[in-house]
């Protein structure tokens, strides 16, 4: 039996939140079979047996500046059950990581005074969202997913914006200093945990359930871990919570700006 392969090209794709939308929309569909996400090229190709049509009226909708750069028929693969469910486990285990994290990191940034700490542990929570949407609501209608992920971005901006309260707090009120030694352990047991995450996630070759966006989430969240590590040095060497409170404004930023994409991208 055949079926259709069709390749979107989609200008405004430029991070992993909105790659989720894109597979939510695509999900909808009862016969679409696979969904592989470049972001590099910014394009997504659909192997489906639906009207390739209707496919670009629903990524339109997304307003990322869809069109259709390839259509056409392809021999239709057989079923691969066995490894999306191992990419649901995968993401499964990346969703209770980050979760547990989250505790972690707020309760020690609470006790250490460090404003890095918490916002490195809202940034894994902000994570959890989109792993935790894309789990959820398989399965679901186009209106229900849109409406948890509406509810997501929505707290997620609740958050973001306590935090930078947080932030205009401490700068009213800098006589304290955060434990450099303590902010630099919990930095570093996250690490590890982004670490074993990514090495997770590459024993899967597949993109068909996100697992290139965990990538991309994972090292992002690398990225930072080792931001507040470094801030955790100066804080030492300085004397001063500064390089906390600039590390911690800039993760409240990334968390602000992905809760308001998920927002937009949800109407």
Do not use: W
Not at 44 to 71: F, G, I, M, N, R
Not at 158 to 170: D, K, M, S, T
Request: charged share 20%.
């Amino acid at each position: 039996m055949t079926q259709r392969k069709t390749i979107f090209e989609l200008k405004g794709m430029d991070c992993p939140s909105e790659e989720q939308l894109v597979r939510i929309v695509l999900g909808n569909f009862e016969k679409v079979q696979t969904i592989k996400v470049n972001l590099a090229k910014n394009q997504v190709a659909v192997t489906h047996q639906e009207d390739s049509q209707k496919l670009l009226e629903a990524l339109d909708d997304l307003k990322l500046q869809t069109q259709l750069v390839e259509d056409f028929t392809v021999e239709e693969a057989e079923a691969t059950d066995t490894k999306q469910m191992l990419q649901k486990f995968i993401l499964g285990q990346v969703l209770i990581i980050n979760i547990a994290f989250f505790i972690l990191e707020e309760l020690a940034g609470y006790y250490l005074h460090s404003l890095g700490l918490a916002a490195d542990g809202l940034d894994m929570l902000a994570d959890s969202f989109v792993y935790g949407l894309a789990l959820f609501a398989v399965g679901k209608s186009l209106l229900f997913k849109k409406k948890v992920s509406a509810l997501a971005g929505y707290f997620q901006l609740i958050l973001a914006l306590l935090g930078f309260l947080q932030v205009i707090y401490r700068c009213l009120n800098h006589d304290y200093l955060p434990n450099p030694l303590g902010m630099f352990v919990i930095a570093l047991m996250a690490l590890l945990a982004n670490l074993i995450s990514y090495y997770m996630v590459l024993k899967v070759d597949q993109t068909e359930v996100h697992i290139k966006a965990s990538k991309l989430f994972t090292s992002n969240d690398i990225v930072i871990n080792i931001g507040v590590m470094l801030s955790s040095l100066l804080v030492y060497f300085f004397q001063s919570p500064i390089p906390d409170l600039i590390i911690g404004s800039l993760i409240f930023a990334l968390v602000l700006k992905g809760a308001l994409k998920i927002i937009a991208l949800s109407k």
